[in-house]
């Protein structure tokens, strides 16, 4: 077995080095031209499902998007993790835009939604299942399991939009003017196409008062 598993990830330096061949095959300086510089616009915070590649989605190259990734792309303000994420790409990156993307089908809302024990992973997905109470009515209401499943992916995007603008980090670069626009987007695996929810947001004015910081 552990001879099959040597094997196994040889092949992966393999295609490692034909996909550095390949790239410079089609522009010689590509890899020169990446390490001199890390200037994406976009900071995007998804799942770590491997059906969903943020740069493949959105057919960017390495190095025009800053990406990161956790349990059914979930923000939460003791995450210190992804505050350190959101805080260099705002300060250091001075990402334009920064984009929430869940998608459906996602294994983590199925869980949270079906509510069956998975070990410590449950502790995770308790934040999802806040988003499930708060809209259960809504989502009970919904035809099928499916259809209900959709709808929390949907929701819980939304809700960790208002996670991303109710942090410090986002209010401080919008109360310094910068150009800053959180977005909230969601992914099918079936057609591989994204859709933009009904969230987008520019500067604290579109806040709740309880969440806005006071000057």
């Known amino acids: 077995m552990a001879v099959q598993q040597r094997r196994h990830l040889k092949s992966l330096f393999k295609r490692n080095k034909d996909w550095a061949q390949g790239m410079v095959e089609k522009d010689p300086d590509f890899f020169l031209d990446l ?7 976009y900071l995007w915070i998804g799942c770590a499902d491997s059906r969903v590649p943020a740069n493949q989605v959105v057919d960017l190259k390495p190095g025009q998007v800053f990406v990161h990734r956790n349990i059914a792309n979930v923000v939460v303000h003791t995450d210190l993790n992804c505050l350190s994420v959101i805080q260099y ?3 250091v990156l001075q990402v334009r835009h920064i984009i929430v993307c869940g998608h459906y089908g996602c294994g983590g809302v199925r869980a949270a939604f079906e509510g069956r024990e998975h070990g410590l992973i449950d502790n995770w997905l308790r934040h999802i299942k806040d ?8 989502i009970d209401a919904q035809p099928t399991e499916e259809s209900k499943i959709d709808l929390l ?3 819980n995007v939304i809700e960790q939009v208002a996670n991303v603008c109710h942090s410090t980090i986002v209010q401080h670069a919008w109360r310094a003017n910068q150009d800053l626009t959180v977005h909230g987007w969601i992914y099918s695996i079936e057609n591989g196409l994204l859709k933009a929810l009904d969230v987008e947001v520019t500067d604290t004015d579109q806040l709740s008062a309880t969440h806005a910081l006071k000057d």
């Open 35 to 41: 390490s001199k510089q890390q200037t994406p616009e």
């Open 89 to 91: 790409a705002i300060n």
């Open 131 to 138: 988003v499930y109470r708060w809209h259960k009515d809504e």
């Open 153 to 155: 992916c949907e929701k």
